[in-house]
Protein backbone atom coordinates (compact mmCIF):
# COMPACT_ATOMS: atom_id res chain seq x y z
CA UNK A 1 0.00 0.00 0.00
CA UNK A 2 1.06 3.32 -0.60
CA UNK A 3 1.09 4.76 2.75
CA UNK A 4 3.09 2.16 4.13
CA UNK A 5 5.90 2.24 1.60
CA UNK A 6 5.80 6.65 1.91
CA UNK A 7 6.01 5.64 5.67
CA UNK A 8 9.08 3.04 5.46
CA UNK A 9 9.89 0.67 7.82
CA UNK A 10 11.48 3.26 10.65
CA UNK A 11 7.89 4.49 11.23
CA UNK A 12 6.46 1.75 10.60
CA UNK A 13 7.28 -0.55 13.43
CA UNK A 14 7.97 2.28 16.22
CA UNK A 15 11.19 2.27 17.37
CA UNK A 16 9.89 1.95 20.99
CA UNK A 17 8.49 -1.54 19.60
CA UNK A 18 4.99 -0.31 20.99
CA UNK A 19 3.40 0.10 17.85
CA UNK A 20 3.40 -2.00 14.69
CA UNK A 21 1.21 -0.82 11.56
CA UNK A 22 -1.08 -3.42 10.18
CA UNK A 23 -0.53 -2.88 6.65
CA UNK A 24 2.71 -5.51 7.88
CA UNK A 25 0.43 -8.01 7.93
CA UNK A 26 -0.86 -7.27 4.33
CA UNK A 27 0.79 -5.45 1.97
CA UNK A 28 2.47 -7.42 -1.05
CA UNK A 29 4.90 -5.60 -1.21
CA UNK A 30 6.43 -5.98 1.76
CA UNK A 31 6.01 -9.32 1.93
CA UNK A 32 8.20 -9.39 -1.01
CA UNK A 33 10.77 -7.24 0.85
CA UNK A 34 10.12 -9.46 3.86
CA UNK A 35 10.94 -12.20 1.47
CA UNK A 36 14.44 -10.59 0.59
CA UNK A 37 15.37 -8.78 3.68
CA UNK A 38 14.65 -11.09 5.82
CA UNK A 39 13.94 -14.70 4.67
CA UNK A 40 16.95 -14.72 2.11
CA UNK A 41 19.41 -13.55 4.55
CA UNK A 42 18.74 -15.38 7.89
CA UNK A 43 19.25 -19.34 8.46
CA UNK A 44 15.46 -21.05 7.93
CA UNK A 45 14.56 -24.15 9.32
CA UNK A 46 14.02 -26.96 6.68
CA UNK A 47 13.29 -30.00 9.10
CA UNK A 48 14.78 -32.63 10.91
CA UNK A 49 17.11 -35.30 10.17
CA UNK A 50 14.55 -37.70 11.82
CA UNK A 51 11.79 -37.31 9.19
CA UNK A 52 14.81 -39.41 6.82
CA UNK A 53 15.94 -41.58 9.08
CA UNK A 54 17.24 -43.57 6.56
CA UNK A 55 19.31 -43.91 3.26
CA UNK A 56 17.37 -42.80 -0.04
CA UNK A 57 14.29 -41.26 2.52
CA UNK A 58 13.54 -37.82 1.45
CA UNK A 59 10.75 -35.28 1.61
CA UNK A 60 9.99 -32.13 -0.29
CA UNK A 61 9.40 -28.67 1.30
CA UNK A 62 8.64 -24.99 0.64
CA UNK A 63 11.53 -22.30 1.98
CA UNK A 64 10.65 -18.68 1.30
CA UNK A 65 8.75 -19.75 -1.81
CA UNK A 66 11.46 -22.25 -3.31
CA UNK A 67 10.82 -26.14 -3.69
CA UNK A 68 13.57 -28.03 -2.15
CA UNK A 69 14.37 -31.77 -1.42
CA UNK A 70 15.41 -32.60 2.32
CA UNK A 71 17.45 -35.64 1.32
CA UNK A 72 19.70 -38.98 2.88
CA UNK A 73 22.14 -39.95 0.10
CA UNK A 74 23.38 -43.58 0.13
CA UNK A 75 26.50 -41.93 2.05
CA UNK A 76 23.92 -41.57 5.42
CA UNK A 77 24.79 -37.18 4.05
CA UNK A 78 21.68 -34.81 3.95
CA UNK A 79 20.82 -32.51 1.16
CA UNK A 80 19.08 -29.75 0.94
CA UNK A 81 18.28 -29.17 -2.46
CA UNK A 82 16.05 -27.33 -5.23
CA UNK A 83 13.79 -28.76 -6.38
CA UNK A 84 14.35 -27.68 -10.03
CA UNK A 85 15.06 -29.17 -12.82
CA UNK A 86 18.48 -27.28 -14.10
CA UNK A 87 16.80 -28.16 -17.54
CA UNK A 88 13.93 -26.32 -17.95
CA UNK A 89 13.05 -25.22 -14.44
CA UNK A 90 10.57 -28.57 -13.62
CA UNK A 91 10.39 -29.54 -10.11
CA UNK A 92 11.70 -33.36 -10.06
CA UNK A 93 9.94 -34.46 -7.08
CA UNK A 94 6.15 -34.20 -6.62
CA UNK A 95 5.45 -36.55 -3.47
CA UNK A 96 5.36 -34.85 -0.04
CA UNK A 97 7.98 -38.09 1.50
CA UNK A 98 9.54 -40.97 -0.43
CA UNK A 99 12.25 -43.25 -0.67
CA UNK A 100 14.21 -42.99 -3.97
CA UNK A 101 17.93 -43.39 -4.95
CA UNK A 102 17.01 -40.77 -7.67
CA UNK A 103 14.82 -38.14 -8.84
CA UNK A 104 14.03 -38.53 -12.46
CA UNK A 105 12.10 -35.24 -14.06
CA UNK A 106 9.64 -35.99 -15.87
CA UNK A 107 9.31 -33.41 -18.67
CA UNK A 108 12.14 -34.83 -20.33
CA UNK A 109 13.68 -37.63 -18.67
CA UNK A 110 16.91 -36.23 -16.65
CA UNK A 111 17.36 -38.20 -13.62
CA UNK A 112 19.68 -36.91 -10.50
CA UNK A 113 21.27 -38.77 -8.24
CA UNK A 114 19.45 -38.23 -4.31
CA UNK A 115 22.53 -35.95 -3.39
CA UNK A 116 21.75 -34.01 -6.22
CA UNK A 117 23.98 -35.36 -9.57
CA UNK A 118 23.19 -35.37 -12.69
CA UNK A 119 23.29 -38.60 -13.64
CA UNK A 120 21.37 -38.93 -16.47
CA UNK A 121 20.33 -36.65 -19.87
CA UNK A 122 17.98 -38.29 -22.12
CA UNK A 123 19.37 -38.98 -26.11
CA UNK A 124 22.59 -37.20 -24.50
CA UNK A 125 24.83 -37.38 -28.22
CA UNK A 126 22.86 -34.59 -29.40
CA UNK A 127 23.70 -31.94 -26.49
CA UNK A 128 27.60 -32.02 -28.30
CA UNK A 129 31.19 -32.55 -27.02
CA UNK A 130 31.47 -29.26 -24.43
CA UNK A 131 28.00 -30.55 -22.57
CA UNK A 132 29.28 -31.72 -19.05
CA UNK A 133 26.79 -33.52 -16.43
CA UNK A 134 29.06 -32.44 -13.28
CA UNK A 135 27.85 -28.45 -14.27
CA UNK A 136 24.09 -29.19 -14.12
CA UNK A 137 23.61 -30.68 -10.45
CA UNK A 138 20.33 -29.87 -8.79
CA UNK A 139 21.12 -26.62 -7.33
CA UNK A 140 21.81 -26.46 -3.74
CA UNK A 141 21.25 -23.45 -0.92
CA UNK A 142 24.37 -21.89 -0.58
CA UNK A 143 24.70 -22.82 3.46
CA UNK A 144 23.21 -25.85 4.97
CA UNK A 145 24.03 -26.43 9.20
CA UNK A 146 22.20 -28.55 12.00
CA UNK A 147 21.47 -28.27 15.61
CA UNK A 148 21.14 -30.74 17.62
CA UNK A 149 18.91 -32.97 14.41
CA UNK A 150 17.28 -29.96 13.74
CA UNK A 151 18.67 -28.85 9.79
CA UNK A 152 18.74 -25.30 8.86
CA UNK A 153 19.36 -23.86 4.89
CA UNK A 154 20.39 -20.12 4.08
CA UNK A 155 19.66 -18.32 1.07
CA UNK A 156 22.97 -16.32 1.61
CA UNK A 157 26.37 -17.29 1.35
CA UNK A 158 27.39 -15.02 4.30
CA UNK A 159 26.16 -14.29 7.43
CA UNK A 160 26.29 -15.35 11.15
CA UNK A 161 26.66 -19.42 11.97
CA UNK A 162 23.85 -20.88 12.58
CA UNK A 163 24.64 -21.26 16.45
CA UNK A 164 25.35 -17.33 16.53
CA UNK A 165 22.02 -16.66 14.96
CA UNK A 166 20.28 -19.34 17.54
CA UNK A 167 21.42 -17.26 20.08
CA UNK A 168 20.12 -17.75 23.48
CA UNK A 169 17.63 -20.03 22.40
CA UNK A 170 20.36 -23.03 21.13
CA UNK A 171 20.54 -23.58 24.79
CA UNK A 172 16.43 -24.29 24.75
CA UNK A 173 16.81 -26.78 22.07
CA UNK A 174 19.76 -28.51 24.12
CA UNK A 175 17.28 -28.89 27.00
CA UNK A 176 14.28 -29.77 24.75
CA UNK A 177 16.09 -32.61 23.39
CA UNK A 178 18.13 -33.61 26.69
CA UNK A 179 14.71 -35.13 27.99
CA UNK A 180 15.02 -37.93 25.77
CA UNK A 181 17.21 -40.50 27.12
CA UNK A 182 18.78 -40.97 24.37
CA UNK A 183 19.98 -37.70 23.65
CA UNK A 184 17.92 -37.22 20.27
CA UNK A 185 13.70 -36.78 19.65
CA UNK A 186 12.02 -38.08 16.83
CA UNK A 187 9.30 -35.86 14.16
CA UNK A 188 8.58 -38.95 12.45
CA UNK A 189 5.21 -39.80 14.08
CA UNK A 190 3.19 -37.29 11.71
CA UNK A 191 2.47 -33.51 11.01
CA UNK A 192 -0.09 -31.84 11.00
CA UNK A 193 -1.14 -29.04 8.23
CA UNK A 194 -3.05 -26.13 8.55
CA UNK A 195 -3.46 -23.45 5.87
CA UNK A 196 -5.13 -20.48 6.81
CA UNK A 197 -6.21 -16.61 5.85
CA UNK A 198 -3.08 -15.13 7.81
CA UNK A 199 -0.05 -13.19 7.93
CA UNK A 200 3.27 -15.65 8.90
CA UNK A 201 4.06 -13.74 11.70
CA UNK A 202 0.69 -14.41 13.58
CA UNK A 203 1.58 -18.02 14.55
CA UNK A 204 5.09 -16.92 15.28
CA UNK A 205 3.97 -14.22 17.65
CA UNK A 206 0.84 -16.74 18.99
CA UNK A 207 3.77 -19.26 19.70
CA UNK A 208 5.20 -17.05 22.71
CA UNK A 209 2.03 -15.63 23.50
CA UNK A 210 1.46 -15.97 27.28
CA UNK A 211 -1.48 -13.32 27.62
CA UNK A 212 -4.01 -15.20 25.42
CA UNK A 213 -5.02 -18.64 26.39
CA UNK A 214 -6.73 -17.86 29.58
CA UNK A 215 -9.44 -15.45 27.28
CA UNK A 216 -9.49 -17.41 23.98
CA UNK A 217 -9.16 -20.87 25.35
CA UNK A 218 -11.30 -20.31 28.09
CA UNK A 219 -13.97 -22.99 27.08
CA UNK A 220 -10.81 -25.59 26.80
CA UNK A 221 -9.23 -24.73 30.14
CA UNK A 222 -13.24 -25.08 31.87
CA UNK A 223 -13.72 -29.13 30.29
CA UNK A 224 -10.13 -29.46 31.26
CA UNK A 225 -11.13 -28.60 34.80
CA UNK A 226 -13.96 -31.24 34.55
CA UNK A 227 -12.62 -34.11 33.63
CA UNK A 228 -9.01 -34.38 34.45
CA UNK A 229 -8.26 -36.32 37.55
CA UNK A 230 -7.45 -34.84 41.37
CA UNK A 231 -4.15 -35.06 43.06
CA UNK A 232 -4.40 -36.20 46.52
CA UNK A 233 -5.22 -32.93 47.77
CA UNK A 234 -8.32 -32.85 45.94
CA UNK A 235 -6.69 -30.35 43.44
CA UNK A 236 -7.13 -30.58 39.37
CA UNK A 237 -4.64 -31.20 37.40
CA UNK A 238 -5.22 -28.60 35.18
CA UNK A 239 -5.27 -25.84 38.09
CA UNK A 240 -1.76 -26.94 39.13
CA UNK A 241 -0.62 -26.28 35.68
CA UNK A 242 1.27 -23.28 35.17
CA UNK A 243 0.36 -22.61 31.79
CA UNK A 244 -3.51 -22.48 32.56
CA UNK A 245 -3.80 -21.35 36.06
CA UNK A 246 -3.63 -18.11 37.84
CA UNK A 247 -1.81 -18.91 41.12
CA UNK A 248 1.15 -20.10 38.65
CA UNK A 249 1.33 -16.89 36.51
CA UNK A 250 3.84 -15.14 38.13
CA UNK A 251 6.37 -17.29 37.67
CA UNK A 252 6.66 -17.53 33.65
CA UNK A 253 7.85 -14.78 31.96
CA UNK A 254 8.59 -13.51 28.87
CA UNK A 255 12.50 -13.75 27.16
CA UNK A 256 13.69 -11.69 24.10
CA UNK A 257 17.16 -14.57 23.62
CA UNK A 258 18.08 -12.54 20.83
CA UNK A 259 18.15 -11.55 16.53
CA UNK A 260 14.17 -12.44 17.49
CA UNK A 261 13.94 -15.50 18.99
CA UNK A 262 12.33 -15.19 22.18
CA UNK A 263 10.55 -17.30 25.28
CA UNK A 264 7.23 -18.06 26.90
CA UNK A 265 9.59 -19.50 29.78
CA UNK A 266 7.25 -22.08 32.03
CA UNK A 267 10.65 -22.94 33.86
CA UNK A 268 10.07 -21.29 37.45
CA UNK A 269 6.37 -22.10 37.08
CA UNK A 270 6.77 -25.67 36.12
CA UNK A 271 9.12 -25.65 39.45
CA UNK A 272 6.95 -24.24 41.86
CA UNK A 273 4.08 -26.66 40.19
CA UNK A 274 6.21 -29.84 41.05
CA UNK A 275 4.67 -30.82 37.66
CA UNK A 276 6.05 -34.59 37.31
CA UNK A 277 7.13 -33.92 33.88
CA UNK A 278 4.59 -33.59 30.98
CA UNK A 279 2.90 -36.41 32.31
CA UNK A 280 0.90 -34.35 34.58
CA UNK A 281 1.62 -31.07 32.58
CA UNK A 282 -0.72 -30.77 29.44
CA UNK A 283 -4.01 -30.59 28.67
CA UNK A 284 -5.52 -34.14 28.25
CA UNK A 285 -3.33 -35.43 29.46
CA UNK A 286 -3.33 -39.62 29.96
CA UNK A 287 -1.87 -41.26 33.16
CA UNK A 288 1.31 -42.77 32.57
CA UNK A 289 2.10 -45.53 35.06
CA UNK A 290 4.36 -44.79 37.63
CA UNK A 291 6.51 -47.44 36.51
CA UNK A 292 7.45 -46.38 33.45
CA UNK A 293 7.93 -42.71 34.81
CA UNK A 294 10.65 -44.10 37.38
CA UNK A 295 12.22 -45.98 33.94
CA UNK A 296 12.60 -42.93 32.36
CA UNK A 297 13.88 -40.91 35.15
CA UNK A 298 16.02 -43.95 35.67
CA UNK A 299 17.24 -43.87 31.73
CA UNK A 300 17.94 -39.89 31.87
CA UNK A 301 20.00 -39.87 34.95
CA UNK A 302 21.91 -42.69 33.35
CA UNK A 303 22.92 -40.38 30.61
CA UNK A 304 22.86 -37.05 32.45
CA UNK A 305 23.57 -38.16 36.00
CA UNK A 306 20.85 -38.22 38.80
CA UNK A 307 21.28 -34.42 39.28
CA UNK A 308 20.96 -32.63 35.85
CA UNK A 309 18.34 -35.86 35.50
CA UNK A 310 15.78 -33.82 38.21
CA UNK A 311 16.57 -30.82 36.97
CA UNK A 312 15.44 -31.41 33.47
CA UNK A 313 12.39 -33.33 34.77
CA UNK A 314 11.61 -30.21 36.96
CA UNK A 315 12.06 -27.50 34.45
CA UNK A 316 10.01 -29.09 32.13
CA UNK A 317 8.83 -27.65 28.84
CA UNK A 318 8.37 -24.05 27.92
CA UNK A 319 7.66 -22.34 24.45
CA UNK A 320 10.49 -20.87 22.28
CA UNK A 321 9.80 -18.79 19.07
CA UNK A 322 12.96 -19.05 16.25
CA UNK A 323 12.45 -16.10 14.23
CA UNK A 324 11.37 -16.46 11.48
CA UNK A 325 9.87 -19.98 11.18
CA UNK A 326 10.40 -22.77 13.77
CA UNK A 327 8.67 -22.67 17.39
CA UNK A 328 8.54 -25.06 19.96
CA UNK A 329 5.50 -25.37 21.98
CA UNK A 330 5.50 -27.61 24.79
CA UNK A 331 6.06 -30.84 23.00
CA UNK A 332 5.48 -30.05 20.00
CA UNK A 333 7.82 -28.66 17.10
CA UNK A 334 6.22 -26.29 14.36
CA UNK A 335 7.00 -24.42 10.65
CA UNK A 336 5.68 -21.17 9.27
CA UNK A 337 5.45 -21.51 5.76
CA UNK A 338 4.77 -17.97 4.26
CA UNK A 339 2.16 -18.44 0.69
CA UNK A 340 1.38 -14.65 0.33
CA UNK A 341 1.09 -12.07 2.77
CA UNK A 342 -2.55 -13.07 4.05
CA UNK A 343 -1.87 -16.66 3.50
CA UNK A 344 -0.15 -19.17 5.55
CA UNK A 345 0.57 -22.56 6.11
CA UNK A 346 1.77 -24.35 9.76
CA UNK A 347 3.12 -27.46 9.95
CA UNK A 348 3.85 -29.60 13.30
CA UNK A 349 4.66 -32.26 14.87
CA UNK A 350 4.81 -33.73 18.05
CA UNK A 351 8.08 -34.58 19.25
CA UNK A 352 9.05 -38.07 20.54
CA UNK A 353 11.63 -38.87 23.28
CA UNK A 354 13.81 -41.42 21.89
CA UNK A 355 14.84 -44.12 24.57
CA UNK A 356 11.34 -42.87 26.65
CA UNK A 357 8.72 -45.63 27.89
CA UNK A 358 6.20 -45.95 24.89
CA UNK A 359 3.54 -44.86 27.20
CA UNK A 360 5.50 -41.46 27.35
CA UNK A 361 5.64 -40.48 23.66
CA UNK A 362 1.71 -41.81 23.27
CA UNK A 363 0.62 -38.88 25.33
CA UNK A 364 2.30 -36.41 23.27
CA UNK A 365 0.83 -37.75 20.40
CA UNK A 366 -2.87 -38.09 22.07
CA UNK A 367 -2.16 -34.02 23.26
CA UNK A 368 -0.76 -33.23 19.78
CA UNK A 369 -3.93 -34.66 18.34
CA UNK A 370 -6.46 -33.85 20.74
CA UNK A 371 -5.22 -29.75 21.05
CA UNK A 372 -4.12 -29.23 17.61
CA UNK A 373 -5.68 -32.35 15.36
CA UNK A 374 -8.89 -31.85 12.88
CA UNK A 375 -10.78 -31.93 15.77
CA UNK A 376 -8.25 -30.47 18.24
CA UNK A 377 -9.92 -27.81 20.70
CA UNK A 378 -6.62 -25.57 21.14
CA UNK A 379 -5.03 -24.93 17.60
CA UNK A 380 -8.24 -24.28 16.16
CA UNK A 381 -9.11 -21.12 18.39
CA UNK A 382 -5.89 -19.45 17.77
CA UNK A 383 -6.40 -20.53 14.06
CA UNK A 384 -9.43 -18.94 13.81
CA UNK A 385 -8.25 -15.50 15.79
CA UNK A 386 -5.96 -15.68 12.83
CA UNK A 387 -8.07 -15.43 10.17
CA UNK A 388 -10.27 -12.74 12.58
CA UNK A 389 -7.28 -10.84 12.95
CA UNK A 390 -6.33 -10.51 9.19
CA UNK A 391 -10.47 -10.14 8.31
CA UNK A 392 -9.95 -7.00 10.50
CA UNK A 393 -6.72 -5.92 9.08
CA UNK A 394 -8.74 -5.31 5.79
CA UNK A 395 -9.74 -2.23 7.53
CA UNK A 396 -8.83 0.90 6.99
CA UNK A 397 -9.76 3.75 9.92
CA UNK A 398 -8.05 1.95 12.78
CA UNK A 399 -4.39 0.52 11.46
CA UNK A 400 -2.38 -0.13 14.30
CA UNK A 401 -1.46 -2.92 16.60
CA UNK A 402 -0.62 -2.20 20.65
CA UNK A 403 2.09 -4.18 21.70
CA UNK A 404 3.34 -2.34 24.93
CA UNK A 405 2.11 -4.44 27.38
CA UNK A 406 4.71 -4.58 30.35
CA UNK A 407 7.36 -2.43 28.56
CA UNK A 408 7.32 -0.83 32.22
CA UNK A 409 8.03 -3.67 34.42
CA UNK A 410 10.59 -5.11 31.49
CA UNK A 411 14.13 -5.83 33.26
CA UNK A 412 17.38 -6.69 32.44
CA UNK A 413 19.20 -10.13 33.35
CA UNK A 414 22.36 -10.08 32.71
CA UNK A 415 22.14 -8.65 28.76
CA UNK A 416 18.26 -10.49 28.38
CA UNK A 417 15.45 -8.63 28.65
CA UNK A 418 12.66 -10.29 30.73
CA UNK A 419 9.18 -9.45 30.83
CA UNK A 420 6.23 -10.66 33.14
CA UNK A 421 4.43 -13.97 31.74
CA UNK A 422 1.93 -11.45 30.13
CA UNK A 423 3.65 -8.93 28.86
CA UNK A 424 4.49 -8.51 25.44
CA UNK A 425 8.59 -8.24 25.49
CA UNK A 426 8.83 -12.03 23.26
CA UNK A 427 6.47 -10.14 20.60
CA UNK A 428 8.65 -7.59 20.91
CA UNK A 429 11.56 -9.42 20.67
CA UNK A 430 10.37 -10.39 17.06
CA UNK A 431 9.39 -7.00 15.64
CA UNK A 432 12.81 -5.72 16.97
CA UNK A 433 14.60 -8.42 14.53
CA UNK A 434 12.19 -7.43 12.02
CA UNK A 435 12.70 -4.18 12.19
CA UNK A 436 16.60 -4.13 12.06
CA UNK A 437 16.13 -6.37 9.12
CA UNK A 438 13.98 -4.48 7.09
CA UNK A 439 15.42 -1.26 7.66
CA UNK A 440 19.16 -3.20 6.92
CA UNK A 441 17.40 -4.29 3.32
CA UNK A 442 18.44 -1.30 0.88
CA UNK A 443 21.80 -2.92 0.12
CA UNK A 444 20.60 -6.69 -0.12
CA UNK A 445 20.64 -8.19 -4.21
CA UNK A 446 17.95 -10.35 -5.81
CA UNK A 447 18.75 -13.58 -3.45
CA UNK A 448 18.06 -16.01 -6.43
CA UNK A 449 21.39 -14.44 -8.15
CA UNK A 450 23.63 -15.88 -4.98
CA UNK A 451 21.56 -19.36 -5.34
CA UNK A 452 21.82 -19.80 -8.48
CA UNK A 453 25.49 -18.72 -8.36
CA UNK A 454 26.16 -21.39 -5.80
CA UNK A 455 25.63 -25.16 -6.63
CA UNK A 456 27.54 -24.82 -9.80
S1 LIG B 1 12.76 -29.83 -17.64
FE1 LIG B 1 13.61 -31.52 -16.67
S2 LIG B 1 14.34 -32.76 -18.22
FE2 LIG B 1 13.54 -31.01 -19.26
FE1 LIG C 1 -3.22 -20.38 21.81
Redesign the pocket.
Known amino acids: MDVARLAGYDSLIEPDLERVHASVYYDQRIFDEEMQRIWHRVWLYVGHESEVPTSGDYVTKTLAGEPVILSRDEHDEIHVLVNR??????T?CQDAAGNASNFR??????SFANDGTLIG??YAKSYGPDFSKADLPLARLPRTDAYRGFIFASFAAEGPTLLEQLAGAASYIDHFVDLAPEGRVDLGAGALKVRFHGNWKMPLENAVDGYHAVFLHRSVIAMNQKVVSTDEEGVPASARNPRLANRHRKEVVTRDLGNGNAMLDFTDANREARLDNEADGGLFSRPIPQEDKDAYRQALAARLGDEAADEAIARGMSNVAIFPNLAFVLHDVRTFIPVGPTETIVEQRPALLVGAPRSMNEVRVHQEVSSYGPAGMVGSDDTDVYERNQRAFDGRVDEWVVLQRGVASEVDEGGTRVGEGSGETSQRAIWREYRRRMLDGEDVGRCTETSVAVGR
Open positions: CPHRGNVCAYHGWAT
